[in-house]
């Protein structure tokens, strides 16, 4: 081989090395800072006090309030997408003439080309007063409106994967179960989707891992108190609101206040690490097993 | 007899019945999805198209709302798209003709393949927590225009990467051996026969990457991008501000007459994001329709 021929595949190393060492870095800092930070908060204070004020004169160091505030959004979030997701995408693998899905399809992808952003102003000046005609007990910074409008930014992802899903499994399934006499509905919900099943994990897995680390949606729309509660009308405060929150004002550098942005984006990190891997390897399956 | 057996029983009239209900069903549910969609820009165009004009698009920030306008956001916008795709570019493309390319199937491929994935799945904000420590602090490059590029560059790096694989996966491998055969090297192979068939899908991918860069907020906060900027930045190392931070900073202020700001703001922003968009399903489509395999 040529001497070029060998640094020119050097190179490319490299650069995918920049990968692993992007890895290595946010791992490494997170660690770092939350090291820092559990030798002054212990860690059963952070996973069980229900409160978080750790800007405020009485500190307390409670991530609970803010995990619940991203499990409450994530939810109302997902009880949006997965199903009406699903529905979209049985429909325009099964049921819909071709022409019609190759239109809507990428019409439907625009929604998640909108930067979310743009989200947070529709749930703030459009769905939040929108709901309050409906439950009029409602704040106006909470988590259902950011929750809902959260779901309808994570559809075109439930919808396009899990369609993906479906189309890939043979036709020959679906005409075996048609033959049998079987309506498009039954073969639908007892033939492709157990069929395709892994495949539509993945997209749910995906959808949930999208939910707990969007940021600006929440932030706009969700208000910022941390409470520990499941009340969807009351404002609530996520953990990437907090990270977000506390940039927007002055921190000093390598207080604790400033450490337990790092500790709250661990937390984050690791969930949203555990998810992503879930998918990643249920995908393989889904992959080999077609 | 005969006839009375034939007839659809009960059952399976119920059978079709749910059948049909069903399909009128998924197909309500599809249209909401697009009746959001429109719903949304309608929302927007009504609170912001009237404040769109020249003297919003070529003010500076302001403390009374008729007076602001986006021209150092979008300068800032313009600057960070440009310096994120100089930077995220060529290692993204190199890292993909790598993997698929040169990568045996072993242990140490696996490695990096589920690292990038897990990369594309990282919440975007702790891309703002590296960048603020790397970048910014440790690299003391403080909240510049070059911290927020070289931060973005890493959130969308595994995006190119993923895109750009697909695009070289999908030229055949009978290319290569036509041009191995006539004596070209690996190398010569790649730069003259499968980057040039695969540019169209590298694009798009490309293109995709960057309008999704644009749009980033969380990330550019966290790095400490200033809100308020009278200036235009001119340099790498000016601080900066984009267009979704300006937005931001206009939805969080009380006052109704921001509102319309905001609005005005993200009916650019929006404009550029569906550009971009535009042109990448353009390409992929012309790219589709002139390559046949």
Known sequence: MKKKEIIVEKFLLVCTLITVFTSAAIIGILLYQTVYFFSEVSVWEFFTNTKWTPLYYVKNYGVLPLLAGTFLTTVISLLVSVPLGLTIAIYLSEYAPKRFREMVKPSLEILSAIPTIVYGFFALTFVTPLLQNIFPQMAGFNALSPGIVMGIMILPLVSSLSEDALHAVPRSLREASLAMGATRFQTSFRVVIPAAFSGIAVSVILAISRAVGETMIVAIAAGQQPQFTLNPFVPIKTATTYIVEVFSGDIEHDTVEYRTIFAVGMTLFVFTFILNNISYFLKKRFQTNL | ?293
Not at chain 2, 43 to 62: A, C, E, M, Y
Not at chain 2, 240 to 249: A, D, K, Y
């Open chain 2, 1 to 293: 007899m005969i006839t009375l057996k034939n007839r659809p029983s009960d059952k399976t009239r119920f059978y079709q019945w749910q059948d049909k209900v069903f399909k009128y069903f998924a197909l309500c549910c599809t249209l909401i999805g697009l009746f959001v969609l429109a719903l949304l820009l309608y929302n927007i165009l009504s609170v912001g198209l009237h404040r769109l004009d020249w003297n919003f698009l070529n003010s500076t920030s302001s403390q009374r709302a008729s007076n602001a306008g986006i021209k150092s956001a979008m300068v800032g916008t313009v600057y960070i798209a440009l310096y994120t795709s100089l930077f995220a570019l060529p290692i993204g493309i190199s890292a993909a003709i790598y993997l698929e390319e040169y990568a045996g199937k072993n242990k140490f491929t696996n490695f990096l393949e589920v690292n990038i994935a897990n990369l594309a799945g990282v919440p975007s904000v702790i891309y703002g927590l590296l960048g603020l420590e790397v970048f910014s602090r440790i690299m003391m490059l403080k909240n510049s225009i070059l911290t927020g590029s070289l931060t973005l560059a890493l959130l969308i790096l595994p995006i190119i990467i993923v895109s750009t694989r697909e695009a070289l996966k999908s030229v055949p491998y009978s290319l290569r051996e036509a041009s191995y055969a006539l004596g070209a090297s690996k190398w010569q192979t790649i730069w003259h026969q499968v980057l040039p068939a695969s540019s169209g899908g590298i694009f798009t991918g490309i293109i995709l990457a960057l309008s999704r860069a644009i749009g980033e907020t969380a990330p550019l906060i966290v790095i400490g991008a200033v809100v308020f900027i009278k200036t235009v930045p001119n340099s790498i190392m000016d601080k900066f501000t984009v267009l979704p931070i300006q937005i931001f900073h206009w939805i969080s202020q009380p006052q109704k007459a921001f509102a319309a700001n905001a609005a005005a703001g993200i009916i650019v922003l929006l404009l550029i994001t569906f550009l971009l968009n535009g042109i990448a399903v353009y390409l992929r489509y012309r790219w589709q329709k002139k390559i046949k395999w």
